[in-house]
């Protein structure tokens, strides 16, 4: 079984609260990366918005802390 510390707990509240109590997405998503990065071990991360219009899904307006604009562009092209 998997257990998280007191401390990993705060971090996935203060997600939770980014998530509800930013007014602005794209501070919102500044905020969850920064959480997440501390949370989670990564290299390269984004996150980006969704929608689907019935018969395809859409992804814009892409937030990364550690990759450029050139690299998400890349990962779009490829996946």
Not at 6 to 34: G, R, S
Not at 41 to 63: A, M, Q, T, V
Request: some cysteine.
């Amino acid at each position: 079984m998997f257990y998280l510390t007191n401390k990993e707990w705060k971090k996935i509240d203060d997600c939770i609260f980014a998530i509800y109590n930013t007014k602005e997405l794209e501070l919102m998503q500044h905020k969850v990366m920064q959480i997440l990065s501390d949370l989670i071990p990564h290299h390269k991360s984004f996150f980006d918005l969704c929608y689907n219009n019935g018969e395809r899904f859409y992804f814009f307006r892409p937030i990364s802390l550690n990759m450029t604009e050139e690299q998400i562009t890349t990962y779009y092209e490829q996946y």
